[in-house]
């Protein structure tokens, strides 16, 4: 599976994968998924968000009783030149983990279903984990048909464009309600298991996190001609919001990038007359992260007054702070537990995930499985087979405790 879906999107040159959302990379990789369903005999649906699901004891959520249904995947989408195991892993160990399943012998009592949700990463739209926030009734419909990618294409229209109804997307309360489990599988964004030296490790809550832009516009002008006492330079304000944002991170302890900037007109020749950048920021507590983000903004703001440059900041998206159902969480700790020799690590993270946003409506758990590298976003993430296999093996323990009792 995972060398039939290693190429899907690849870029040649990068190596990394550029698996945006509705375009033809994002076909390629729902052609995969739905021909692994349909290799196992599964049920698939496609449901009117465009999330895939495969289903095993039932032809689909209408067949499922409220709470009954455990459920596990990922994404397949990527970030601009993204790793390879970001998201897949999770969808390729959810078959794999089914196929341990069949091996052992196991019968599931409960409906079993895995998901790929589509557009996780948010690297065409701007907002991230766009198909389980439709799903979860925390994105609607009307906001969801503003979305547009750089060119200007708006989400509807690229929907449209690769075969899906866009009028059908919304909430979609009737399906979340049969899921009584959702457990997903991810590689580890950081090197908490590689310190600790266990392969595989329990997400106890996600922090708060979110994304916002700033608009830094001054006078476009020629970089040849126009004194430096007479520029209205954007690009000032811009740079030093940039290290201010690093300050704050590191008085904090939070984490603050600005890891996109658009700059017009864009000339080597020309003094900007619009920068705009887009920060990203996550802290361990929301306190925490309000401080950041007024510290960012009130830095930007006073240069951009000493620049002549007028600013707007506006939050593009916002997840709060997820503390995974404890419950749930104690009960794959002690699945793992029992054939492990000492206790399964729990730890937290900065990164989002579709379990977050799902957190809120249905019980959630994840999984992480050790990157040695910590390197995550980046062509140069890695996890080693065996700990992947590991991975496998923990996520078919706790399907088996969840759904066939």
């Known amino acids: 599976m995972w060398e039939e879906l290693r190429p899907l999107g690849r870029d040649s040159s990068s190596g990394g994968y550029r698996r945006f959302a509705w375009t033809g990379a994002d076909t390629d990789c729902r052609a995969w998924f739905r021909a692994q369903a349909e290799a196992r005999g599964l049920a698939y649906e496609l449901d009117r968000n465009g999330n895939q699901w495969a289903w095993l004891g039932a032809t689909g959520h209408q067949d499922v009783a409220p709470g009954e249904a455990v459920v ?224 960012i903004e009130r830095a930007a703001a006073e240069r951009a007054a000493r620049d002549g440059v007028d600013l707007d900041v506006v939050r593009e998206s916002f997840t709060p702070v997820v503390e995974f159902q404890h419950a749930l969480r104690d009960e794959l700790g002690a699945l793992l537990g029992k054939k492990s020799e000492r206790p399964v690590p729990v730890l937290g993270t900065g990164a989002g995930h579709d379990a977050g946003i799902l957190s809120a409506t249905v019980p959630t758990a994840m999984l992480f499985v050790r990157n040695p590298t910590g390197v995550s976003h980046s062509p140069a993430e890695a996890a080693a087979e065996d700990d992947c296999v590991a991975g496998v093996t923990a996520l078919a323990d706790v399907l088996e405790g969840l759904a066939c009792r």
């Open 72 to 295: 596990t995947g990922s994404h397949l989408d990527s970030v601009p030149d993204g790793g390879a195991f970001d998201g897949p892993l999770g969808v390729v160990s959810s078959f794999a983990a089914l196929d341990e399943l069949r091996g052992r012998g196991a019968e599931p009592t409960r409906p079993l279903a895995i998901v790929n949700f589509g557009d996780e990463e948010g690297a065409r739209f701007g907002l991230a984990c766009v198909g389980s926030r439709l799903s979860a009734g925390a994105l609607t419909a009307e906001a969801a048909h503003r979305l547009r990618d750089g060119d200007g294409v708006t989400l509807p229209q690229a929907m449209e464009r690769a075969g899906h109804d866009p009028e059908a997307i919304g909430p979609d309360p009737e399906r979340l309600a049969t899921i009584g489990a959702f457990v997903e599988l991810h590689v580890e964004q950081g090197r908490a298991l590689d310190l600790s030296g266990d392969p595989v490790g329990i997400a106890s809550a996600i922090w708060p996190h979110g994304r916002w832009r700033f608009d830094f516009r001054g006078e476009a002008n020629h970089a040849g001609t126009t004194r430096l006492e007479d520029r209205r330079d954007p690009m000032l304000s811009y740079a030093a919001t940039v290290l201010a944002a690093r300050e704050q991170a590191r008085l904090t302890g939070a984490l603050a990038t600005f890891g996109k900037v658009s700059v017009e007109p864009n000339g080597v020749n020309a003094i900007p007359s619009l920068v705009r950048g887009w920060l990203d920021a996550r802290a361990a507590g929301q306190d925490t992260l309000d401080t950041v983000i007024t510290g």
